[in-house]
């Protein structure tokens, strides 16, 4: 005799016995196959909107009824018994009969309700975005417009329904993209329906006609008027899921001219969305990566451009695209920020200052959010380190992305806090493999790590990190990707393993004569490597290589000072060169930090001072790290002469 340890083991076990669970299930399945049903009734046949809520509470309040019954009586061949007590049913001796095997009812029921029940739940679950095939190439979305509803309750405006429907018609079928269904169609197949008045066109019926028409998105809307004003509403509908895609309006003064401009200014904002959609859909990375939103497919094309160009340091380039983007859009924040460093990179200063003005002027009308991105922007500018993580940290926990972790990752290198920017670095690349392989392509991330693994000796990990940039990145000839190489080479160099480093060292060499790169800028970039790999003899062979081919150049003269005076290897001739910089290009706050840099490392301290607090008010208003903890480290060494 079976031996239960405890009431509920004995209570489960009289729930299976009595078959409980499988009324449950049955019935559960049964309620949702007649909920929909109804609700398709519902809006087919015009019905009161009340019959859903009611069927939907009787079933509910039948649910423990049902279980009740299946409690008390059991169904069997012979009709419906009580069920009997388990103590009975254990005192009944049970004589084995053969086992035919043959199909029961039950079990085709069951079959039948568990196809209904997916046949209905399917769209739901598995809801297909109406809008993907537009990030198709060469794939058009078919498109239906469903004759307006006159809600003015004034006929006279009857016209205006079909009016809207053929001049929204004509406005789509300008776009290559769109295979608009035409008026000719759509109304003999409403005519067919038996459809005499427009009112009575429901959303299931709107969406059933978009099916017959084979329509991927129908667009369906209603004409109102309040007072002296007319206002029409349009909804953008996704025909298999029956979504809102998005939703428009126009107002107008009430006037029979303005159904054309009305009709126009729709189908424009409709076409917009759906560019926009495309757009973002091809360029999730750049999309997600930025957020901040813009109606102009112009601006946010531009925007992509620019962000391309960018990730191929093509500053000019990049400044084109991102004056463009906001002159289409002049309140498109994303473009704005960015510009503001493209033209600080570029060393145009009053520019950048100019933009991030602007910028930070509409921080009232900006989200939570934005106002955090431009406090950061602000802070970049203007404002120490410490306040740029502190803002980026908030960031993190309202908006988590990669960037967030790669910028604070940057501040940490800058800082000498190598084992924070790891933690960071791994932080933002978990997030960008979380997003898919478009955030990790070009993903500057790769180098910065590498690098901050090579530096701590973690060498295995740099390794491993290249390989995964190779694997993420199919065009190994990009300007970004030249960084790669150069960090493996240099890793290899670290390593001892000449071969693998000379390979590295002659890939790194085509891909940047492949990019226009020149000699001297091929040059810079093999002392980058060396540098990295602790060799800084052919460090400073390359440097000087590239001071030979470009001696009048300002900036190859204070690359050069800067190693010889940082590096302690020959801190006079630093200065004579700094000193030839300086007068190429006076006032130069870069230049005079070098300077007073030299004059430290040549315990002139109170001269290095004076040089350094200029070189500083040269770069005001703009806030300098560097220059600035180049300060402290003098005026500590002052304080200990005392």
Known sequence: MPHYPNKFARFWQELKRRKVFGVVGTYTATAYIIIEVVNNLVQSLNLPPWIGPIVVLLLVIGLPLAVIISWIF???????????SLEEAEKRVIVPKPIKKRLRLSYVLNAALIIAVLILAWPRIFKSDSLKRLASSGEKVAIAVI????MTNDTIWNYSEEAIQMNLISVLSYSGELRVRQKETIDQLISTNGFAEYSSISPRIAGSLSRKLDADIYISGNIQKAGTMM????????????EVLRSFHVEQPVSDNNIIPISDSLGKKILDFLQISKLIKENPDIWRNFRSSTNSPDALRSMIYAARAMVKYNLPSAIKYFEKAIAADSNFIAPMGELAFAYRNSRMVNKALSIEGKLYGKRDQMSPVD????????????????????????LQENDDQGNYHRILAGNYIVMNQFDKAILEYEKSLEIWRRWGKAFLKGNPAYASLGEAYHRTGQYKKARRIYREAERVNDDHTSIYFSWIIRDQAALALTEGDADRADKYIEKLISVQKENSVSEAGIDAELHKMYRQAGDLDKAEEYLRKALTLEPENPQRLNSV????????????????????????????GDYLDTKGMGLYKLGKYDEALELLEKARDLKKPLYSH???SHIEEVKKAIAEQK
Do not use: W
Request: proline share 4%.
């Open 626 to 628: 560097e220059i600035s």
């Open 74 to 84: 059991d169904f069997t061949p012979q009709g419906i018994k009580k069920t009997e």
């Open 231 to 242: 206002r029409v509403d349009a909804k953008l509908v996704g025909t298999k899921t029956m």
């Open 147 to 150: 004759p307006f509803q006159n």
């Open 371 to 394: 106002q955090l991105r431009a406090d950061l922007l602000h802070a970049m500018f203007f404002e120490s380190i410490d306040v740029q993580i502190d803002l980026l940290k908030q």
């Open 561 to 588: 000072a800067a190693f010889l005076i940082v590096y302690d290897r020959k801190v006079e001739e630093g200065l004579g060169l700094i000193d030839k910089a300086l007068e190429l290009s006076p006032g130069n």
